[in-house]
């Protein structure tokens, strides 16, 4: 569990949050797998043909690895 999660918060709101993480392990574990699927599914789109005969390639490809960075931030954030 990442310390950012109770920074900043009381010892009774981070012991809360701490178990509640705890017990949340299943549902973390489905977000991930969601989130791969995800990345899985714009990393098809990314190698298109088609987006190569577009003018703003490179703003694309930029947008895309900026879209894959936060969630592979998320999956990191919630992993045990």
């Given amino acids: 569990m990442k310390i950012s999660w109770t920074k900043g918060l009381s010892e ?3 012991k809360d949050i ?3 993480f705890k017990e949340s392990s299943l549902l973390r574990r ?7 699927d ?3 599914d714009k990393r ?10 577009n ?3 490179p703003y694309l490809q930029a947008d ?3 879209y894959e960075r936060a969630i592979r931030d998320v999956m990191e954030i919630i992993q045990d």
């Fill in 30 to 36: 489905r977000l991930k797998a969601m989130l791969a």
């Fill in 18 to 20: 701490k178990q509640k």
């Fill in 44 to 53: 098809k789109s990314q190698v298109s043909l088609k987006n190569y005969n």
């Fill in 64 to 66: 895309h690895a900026g």
């Fill in 38 to 40: 995800i990345i899985k």
């Fill in 55 to 57: 003018p703003n390639w």
């Fill in 12 to 14: 009774q709101k981070a």
